[in-house]
């Protein structure tokens, strides 16, 4: 795995949390080792902060059961395996639990997002520098808020409005207590963000992409497949 490549450069550890049953695919294999290009969505999903130069140390939280025995395809990479909770948080919380104490900074993806790239990470680590960073993208249709009725309450202001993604990155020393304060009030922690601006400070968003997306229903297995195909495509010529 690769290292920091200067001393001054910041050291970053990375929860790359796939805990979930992942059944919500409707078939017999999690979502998250779904294969997608012939890969395994979680392996796509893990390799850039495993070859990313300031990410020091990746930790891959799986559903428990699979934490003995996990695919052959992830066993011989340098990640450190972790059992998930019942809950997202709690997956987050034993994953952050694992990552080295003197890592500045930490980031935390979603296994089922399987084409992050090196410059989002990066922007995501650029942005923690003055507190929590998430990768976003920019609302474009018109958004409404509709009530329980079905009757338009109101149309935000869609420049206001983003779509989180991951990774979202944070001081780790800060989101330790984030979590120790949540779990101690029994706040569930859905959202790493949320937690973060509520128990420590503000959030940035830099710019995520449109092909940064989460592969929860067929359909985005479906799109997964053809930006797979033509991602590798473009880096076989």
Known sequence: MSNAS?????????????????R????????????????????????PFIEHPRIGSVVVV??????????????????ALVAGGAERGDSVWNGLRATPEDATTVLVHDGAR????AEIIGRVL?????????????VTDTVKEVGADGIILGTPDRSRLWRAQTPQGFPR???????????????????????????????????GSERNLKVTRPADLAL???????ADGAAGE
């Open 224 to 230: 997964a497949e053809a930006l797979a195909l033509a």
């Open 173 to 207: 020393a800060a989101l330790v207590r984030a979590y120790e304060r949540a779990r101690g009030a029994g706040v569930a922690a859905t959202d790493d963000a949320a937690l973060f601006e509520r128990y420590c400070g503000p959030v940035r968003v830099v710019a």
């Open 62 to 79: 799986l559903p428990p059961e699979d934490v003995d025995a996990p695919p052959a395809w992830l066993a011989g990479l340098p990640v």
């Open 24 to 47: 919500r695919m409707g078939g017999a294999v999690r979502k998250q080792y779904l294969e997608v290009g012939g890969v395994p969505v979680l392996l796509r999903a893990v390799r």
């Open 6 to 22: 200067s001393a001054d450069a910041p050291r970053a550890a990375a929860i790359v949390v796939a805990g979930g049953s992942g």
């Open 114 to 117: 399987p084409f992050v790239s």
């Open 126 to 138: 650029d942005g923690c520098a003055e507190g929590g960073a998430i990768a976003a993208v920019q």
